[in-house]
């Protein structure tokens, strides 16, 4: 089973739509996870942390399932410049990048 | 702008070339770190450095030669490196090395083609 795994899309999105992503971690002692945005041929941005409460920045949703062993982030409203891979990093003993999901917001 | 600054953003060289891709942070971090970034395959680590001293080397090919003269600023030295070393490199570097939810903050990549 991979450390960090994704679906990598891509997503195809109207605007306006609502969509989810998931990523799943096989190291059930990981302590910190975060939502990094990589646009095409640029460097990856923090998105947001994921916490356990859950947490939400705007139109963007991040949750956490420990039990499970899962992270999501819900976009809503989608918007054309959503557009970009979204990247699932777990940090445990070391940080493990997932491949990233690929989003593509369709006018 | 994230406050770290990579050169050059392109990079083309032949296997028998010598190369030196550079990064500098201007974040008072501690940590710095060296990326690679294939086609479809997840960032790989490749070297860390903590207060300039090389914590983690992730069994990187010798033909990759990491240096940190302080806290600011990293250089990846290149020689005879072959065609499938083509990815893109990314320098970030955090606050601290790994510590709680320590936040990576990238520069833009070195885009490097190898002939």
């Known amino acids: 089973r991979k450390e960090v795994e994704q679906d990598p899309g891509p997503f195809n999105v109207p605007e306006g739509a609502t969509v989810a992503f998931n990523c799943t971690y096989s190291?059930?002692?990981?302590?910190?996870f975060f939502w990094y945005r990589q646009d095409c041929r640029k460097e990856p941005k923090l998105l947001m942390s994921v916490y356990s409460s859950g947490n939400e920045d705007g139109r963007f949703t991040a949750q956490l399932n420990r039990a499970s062993q899962y992270i999501s982030l819900l976009i809503r409203d989608s918007k054309l410049s959503d557009s970009a891979t979204y990247l699932c990093?777990?940090?445990?003993?070391?940080?493990?990048f997932g491949t990233g999901t690929k989003l593509q917001v369709i006018p | 702008e994230t406050g770290v600054t990579q050169t050059p953003r392109h990079l083309v060289m032949g296997m028998t070339n010598k190369k030196s891709l550079k990064c500098e942070q201007h974040?008072?971090?501690?940590?710095m770190y060296w990326y690679k970034q294939s086609a479809k395959k997840p960032l790989e680590l490749m070297f860390v450095?903590?207060?300039?001293?090389?914590?983690e080397n992730n069994s990187v090919p010798s033909r990759f030669s990491p240096e940190c003269p302080n806290s600011s600023h990293l250089f990846l030295h290149l020689h005879t490196l072959q065609p499938e070393d083509s990815a893109l490199y990314l320098c970030?570097?955090?606050?601290?090395?790994?510590?709680?939810?320590?936040?990576?903050?990238f520069g833009s990549g070195t885009q490097l083609s190898v002939l």
């Open positions: 990093v777990v940090e445990g003993q070391k940080v493990t």
């Open positions: 190291n059930s002692a990981s302590q910190s």
């Open positions: 974040l008072g971090h501690n940590a």
């Open positions: 970030a570097s955090s606050q601290d090395f790994w510590g709680e939810e320590e936040k990576l903050f």
């Open positions: 450095y903590n207060f300039k001293e090389q914590t």
